[in-house]
C-alpha cells in the first residue's frame, strides 16, 4: 500500500472504527477482491464487537499490497457513501499541500538569502557537511584540482577542507555568492534540511 495511503488511514483510525459497520459486505468484496484471505477474514469476524472488527480490519489492509485501499474506497461506495468521501477528501488535501521551500524547512530567514554567507556561516557549514562537501563545492563552480588543493592544505582536517572551498567560491565570485546560491546547490546535494537548520540563524 502506498504510504499516503497508510498515513491517511492512521491518521482517521479512530473515526473509522466508530463510524464503519463491518458487515458481510465489505470484507465479502474484500475476500471476492482478494484482499483478504479466508484465515484473515476469519479473524475479523471473530471479533466481538463492531468496533474491534473494524480496527482489525485497518490493522490488515495496509499488509495487503498496493490495490488494498482502492479496494477498499470501493467497497463503501454502496452503504457508506460519507466515508468513502471523507477518505478522498482527505486525500486531495494530502495531496494539493506541497511541501515548503528548501530555504524555509533550513529555517533560513528570507533577508539573508540575496547576502553573502559570513565567516561564521561558512564555519558552521564546516561542521555540519559530510561526505558530500565535494559534490557541493563542484556545484559551486570549484574544479577538481581546487579540491586537491583544499585537501592537499589540510590532510588531517576535514573541516578546514570545506572551509578553505566555501572561502575560495566566496572570494572567486563576490556579491554572487549568496546564500541562496549555496542553499541550491546543498539541496541538489542532496543534503538533509534538517542539517541546516543553525547554520544560517
Same mark, same amino acid.
Given at each position: 500500500?502506498?504510504?499516503?495511503?497508510?498515513?491517511?488511514?492512521?491518521?482517521?483510525?479512530?473515526?473509522? =472504527?466508530?463510524?464503519?459497520?463491518?458487515?458481510? %459486505?465489505? @470484507?465479502?468484496? +474484500?475476500?471476492?477482491?482478494?484482499?483478504?484471505? *479466508?484465515? *484473515?477474514?476469519?479473524?475479523?469476524?471473530?471479533?466481538?464487537?463492531?468496533?474491534?472488527?473494524?480496527?482489525?480490519?485497518?490493522?490488515?489492509?495496509?499488509?495487503?499490497?498496493?490495490?488494498?485501499?482502492?479496494?477498499?474506497?470501493?467497497?463503501?461506495?454502496?452503504?457508506?457513501?460519507?466515508?468513502?468521501?471523507?477518505?478522498?477528501?482527505?486525500?486531495?488535501?494530502?495531496?494539493? &499541500?506541497?511541501?515548503?521551500?528548501? %530555504?524555509?524547512?533550513? /529555517? @533560513?530567514? &528570507?533577508?539573508? +538569502?540575496?547576502?553573502?554567507?559570513?565567516?561564521?556561516?561558512?564555519?558552521?557549514? =564546516?561542521?555540519?557537511? /559530510?561526505?558530500?562537501?565535494?559534490? $557541493?563545492?563542484?556545484?559551486? /563552480? +570549484?574544479?577538481?584540482?581546487?579540491?586537491?588543493?583544499?585537501?592537499? &592544505?589540510?590532510?588531517?582536517?576535514?573541516?578546514?577542507? @570545506?572551509?578553505?572551498?566555501?572561502?575560495?567560491?566566496?572570494?572567486?565570485? /563576490?556579491?554572487?555568492? %549568496? @546564500?541562496?546560491?549555496?542553499?541550491?546547490?546543498?539541496? %541538489?546535494?542532496?543534503?538533509?534540511?534538517? $542539517?541546516?537548520?543553525? $547554520?544560517?540563524?
Amino acid at each position: 500500500m502506498d504510504p499516503k495511503h497508510k498515513k491517511l488511514l492512521r491518521s482517521l483510525r479512530l473515526y473509522l =472504527a466508530d463510524e464503519l459497520l463491518v458487515g458481510d %459486505t465489505i @470484507v465479502q468484496y +474484500l475476500y471476492q477482491e482478494e484482499i483478504l484471505t *479466508q484465515s *484473515q477474514l476469519e479473524d475479523i469476524q471473530s471479533e466481538s464487537s463492531n468496533r474491534d472488527k473494524a480496527l482489525k480490519l485497518l490493522d490488515i489492509l495496509p499488509t495487503r499490497g498496493v490495490t488494498a485501499f482502492h479496494h477498499f474506497i470501493t467497497s463503501l461506495e454502496k452503504e457508506f457513501p460519507w466515508i468513502k468521501d471523507t477518505l478522498l477528501q482527505q486525500l486531495c488535501e494530502e495531496d494539493s &499541500d506541497p511541501p515548503p521551500p528548501f %530555504t524555509v524547512q533550513c /529555517g @533560513v530567514p &528570507d533577508h539573508i +538569502l540575496p547576502t553573502v554567507p559570513t565567516t561564521q556561516h561558512l564555519n558552521r557549514l =564546516a561542521e555540519c557537511l /559530510g561526505p558530500e562537501w565535494k559534490s $557541493v563545492l563542484l556545484d559551486l /563552480g +570549484l574544479s577538481s584540482a581546487d579540491l586537491y588543493r583544499c585537501c592537499a &592544505d589540510h590532510p588531517f582536517a576535514v573541516q578546514s577542507q @570545506v572551509l578553505t572551498g566555501l572561502v575560495m567560491w566566496t572570494q572567486r565570485n /563576490g556579491r554572487k555568492a %549568496t @546564500v541562496q546560491r549555496l542553499l541550491q546547490s546543498l539541496q %541538489t546535494a542532496d543534503v538533509p534540511p534538517s $542539517v541546516l537548520q543553525q $547554520v544560517f540563524v
